[in-house]
């Protein structure tokens, strides 16, 4: 069974480490220590869940489906403008700062809850996640038997675990760099510039 773990471990590795909107957002949280715990595991479980579904033969259902993709296409499409809108506002204000200072318990809590409603529009508004997690890792594994599903499901899920966790906690390595204002501009405008890319390529699903 290890053949089809591997086999799950290359398949989703290829298709997650890509960078994309959902990537840049961990990084962002990550550098700026915002409950990044809380921000990897809920991608990771989004996973669990989405790839989860694929392997166990859900997958065509939603790509026959055009319906559902252009009504997801067109949700994504406006989260990631604003998204967009917003950083670029941030680039050229130069708004953003590294703050490392401990916040009050009541902050956090509100800011928790921000932070993954953000995380869950980042991952869920984006069609391409579907395409990726339920129909390609799902009809990747579409002719397995029952125990090489759960092989490469695992294979999959693995490789999705460490990349969330590594990007959100290897990002600090970069926290020196990101004290200094002008860096953050340049990131805030890489950080707009993919999600306006994304949100184009959305746009132009539908159309």
Known sequence: MLEFVIKGALVSGSLIVAIGSQNAFVLRQGLLKNNIFYVCLLCFTCDVILMGIGVLGLGHFISTSPTLGNVLAIGGAIFLLYYALTAFISSYKGTS????????????EKQLIKVLLSTLAVTLLNPQVYFDTVVVVGGVAGTFSYDEKIAFLTGALLISFVWFFSLGYGSRILIPLFKKPHTWRIFDFIIGCIMLFIAISLIQYVI
């Open 97 to 108: 700062s590294l703050n490392l200072t401990d916040l009050s318990g009541e902050v956090k």
